[in-house]
């Protein structure tokens, strides 16, 4: 399975972006699909997962009813909705697949290029 991540930019503090992670070559729906982001000198930090099938979603704590992820598989895509978005939130921001609905960035087996947010105050 391929990940493409893409959708970020430079925005305003209190803006939104929406991120999207296209995938190719596999059966998309079979995958948990997570959300990483890492910013210059830190390590690479869990934003939030969904279910293959959509249905399930857990965030971290710092985006957590900021962010929403949503899917759709007809498509192939994952999207990770961010509002509020503050200066903390800056970061590379990856998507991954796996089997497993986990945290932890080295049980997802595909990774996307990551896509640079920048926001501004």
């Known amino acids: 399975v391929q990940l493409q991540a893409s959708g970020g930019g430079l925005v305003q503090a209190g803006g939104s972006l929406r991120l999207s992670c296209a995938a190719s070559?596999?059966?998309?729906?079979?995958?948990?699909v997570g959300w990483f982001r890492q910013a210059p000198g830190k390590d690479r930090e869990f934003v939030g997962i969904?279910?293959?099938?959509?249905?399930?979603?857990y965030y971290a704590g710092a985006v957590k009813g900021r962010f929403t992820i949503s899917r759709d598989n007809t498509k192939n895509t994952v999207y990770l909705q961010m509002n509020s978005l503050k200066p903390e939130d800056s970061a590379v921001y990856y998507c991954?697949?796996?089997?497993?609905?986990?945290?932890?960035?080295?049980?997802?087996?595909?990774w996307g290029q990551g896509t640079l947010v920048t926001v501004s105050s």
């Open positions: 991954a697949g796996g089997g497993q609905f986990a945290v932890v960035a080295n049980l997802y087996e595909y």
């Open positions: 070559g596999g059966t998309f729906s079979r995958y948990a």
């Open positions: 969904i279910t293959g099938s959509g249905t399930g979603t």
